[in-house]
């Protein structure tokens, strides 16, 4: 269960840009001295998202739950500021954190110039491997799947990333690589036969088992535009009275990435990668299937804020909202499966 933690005297590091679009800064943990991001809910003009810390709070510990590679979240305040807290995702001296615009603009350079409607399924795949990493599919149908069950509609190029490893080694082999890129072709043949004779394989070959050595697919995060968070208190109960708006309103919430150029909505989306990646869709489902239970949800749910201190109780879930959470998530979970298991049986 995610904690509750006072960083108001945690050291702070400002005019660091961390991306996204909610209040975040950098707060430095007393006890190991690593970097943590500390961020609130939207509250910009009309968009005043109060509980939208809470969805990237609840999709952690829900993902977690389901065996997804989720980012830990923890509740935290800074002096009169309530919000999340997640650790760095990398070791800064020994990673570094590549987010997926820099991949896909590498394959597609027009991406640069209409990334929020290009953001496609094809376009990450064909990313990943014009630099060989086309083994992280899996990763993506992950991620995918789980937005599906939460709801986001947020997973911009800059919401998903990897980790790639930082090693005398890993440098060296690349300047080698970049040097053998520059010569003349007399050069490379020699090489060739040398390295072909010496490692029977070649560079290229080479090449790719190294780059996926160093380079993983990072921990989901970013989820808080999810749980329908952007919802008002009287719409929640409107939507927990109606079945029939609930369904209308789940139906028509769609991910930020697409397919080729359509913008299909969650369920469909997972339907037709699974129409060219059955197993992987089949078996991320059947480990969905086996470990949710709606108890278990309920718990989550209901208990997520217990830890708040009293100066905070304004900002606690009101229970309306938890209960439109659990029914949300539990339908959603219903209809992706009963869906899947409907087109494949």
């Known amino acids: 269960m995610a904690k509750y933690i006072d960083i108001s005297n945690w050291k702070t590091q400002v005019h660091v840009h961390t991306g996204g679009t909610r209040d975040k800064f950098i707060a430095i943990s007393p006890d190991d001295d690593k970097k943590y991001y500390f961020k609130t809910s939207i509250n910009k003009g009309f968009k005043n998202y109060k509980y939208e810390f809470w969805s990237e709070v609840i999709a952690s510990e829900l993902g977690r739950s389901l065996g997804f590679n989720v980012l830990i979240y923890d509740v935290a305040s800074f002096n009169d500021k309530i919000g999340c807290l997640s650790k760095s995702i990398i070791e800064e001296d020994k990673e570094e954190h590549h987010d997926g615009y820099r991949y896909i603009v590498q394959k597609y350079p027009d991406f640069s110039e209409n990334f929020k409607k290009a953001h496609s399924y094809q376009r990450i795949i064909g990313a990943l491997k014009n630099v060989q990493l086309e ?16 709801g986001n509609t947020d997973r911009h190029s800059e919401n998903w990333a990897l980790v790639v490893k930082k090693s005398e080694y890993f440098e060296v082999f690349d300047r080698f690589c970049e040097h053998y890129e520059r010569s003349n072709w007399i050069v490379k043949w020699m090489v060739f036969c040398r390295f072909f004779v010496k490692f029977k394989m070649t560079i290229q070959s080479l090449k790719k088992i190294i780059t996926r050595q160093k380079t993983t697919f990072s921990t989901i995060y970013d989820s808080g535009s999810s749980l329908a968070r952007e919802l008002s208190d009287e719409k929640v109960c409107e939507l927990l009275a109606d ?17 080729n150029n359509e913008n299909l909505n969650h369920i469909e989306l997972v339907n037709t990668i699974a129409l060219d990646d059955y197993e992987i869709v089949h078996q991320v489902l059947e480990r969905v299937k086996l470990l949710y239970n709606k108890q278990m949800l309920q718990d989550l749910v209901f208990h997520i804020d217990k830890d708040v201190p009293e100066n905070f109780s304004g900002h606690k879930i009101p229970e309306e909202r938890k209960r439109f959470i659990v029914k949300y998530i539990d339908s959603r979970i219903s209809k992706i499966l009963h869906s899947h298991e409907q087109m494949f049986r």
């Open 135 to 150: 083994n992280l599919k899996r990763d993506v149908i992950e991620m995918i799947i789980f937005d599906a069950i939460i």
């Open 243 to 259: 079945e029939q708006k609930m369904d209308h309103f789940i139906g028509k919430g769609k991910p930020d990435i697409r397919w």
